[in-house]
């Protein structure tokens, strides 16, 4: 079992930025790879951005392609998601997750933290 508990949301106007955070417990943080995922009102929750076990792998959704960045500390046990240029339609519930085994496909994610809330005012 891992135990994830996101934090760093809340509101920001468009064109801001935040730093999301999300802290692991459990089990060896190094052996999953990890997701931000993200859940707005009404729609799928989708996975933004995924980092492989060791952080040399990324890969992002479009919509946040050149505008988020994920990266982990496997030190500390700790992925992040630094969000900029924020607009309004970023604005949903994020999730962290972590995937034992093939961090690429938003299937694998078994670990989900309990989510953070980011509003993006206009």
């Known amino acids: 079992q891992v135990q994830l508990v996101e934090s760093g949301g809340g509101l920001v106007q468009a064109g801001g930025s935040l730093r999301l955070s999300c802290a692991a417990s459990?089990?060896?943080?190094?052996?999953?790879?990890m997701g931000w995922f993200r859940q707005a009102p009404g729609k799928e929750r989708d996975l933004l951005a995924a980092?492989?076990?060791?952080?040399?792998?990324?890969r992002y959704a479009d919509s946040v392609k050149c505008r988020f960045t994920i990266s982990r500390d496997n030190a500390k046990n700790t992925v992040y998601l630094q969000m900029n240029s924020l607009k309004p339609e970023d604005t949903a519930v994020y999730y962290c997750?972590?995937?034992?085994?093939?961090?690429?496909?938003?299937?694998?994610?078994?670990?989900w933290g309990q989510g953070t809330q980011v509003t993006v005012s206009s």
């Open positions: 997750a972590a995937a034992p085994r093939g961090w690429y496909d938003p299937r694998n994610y078994d670990y």
């Open positions: 459990g089990r060896t943080f190094s052996n999953y790879g």
């Open positions: 980092i492989s076990w060791s952080g040399g792998m990324t």
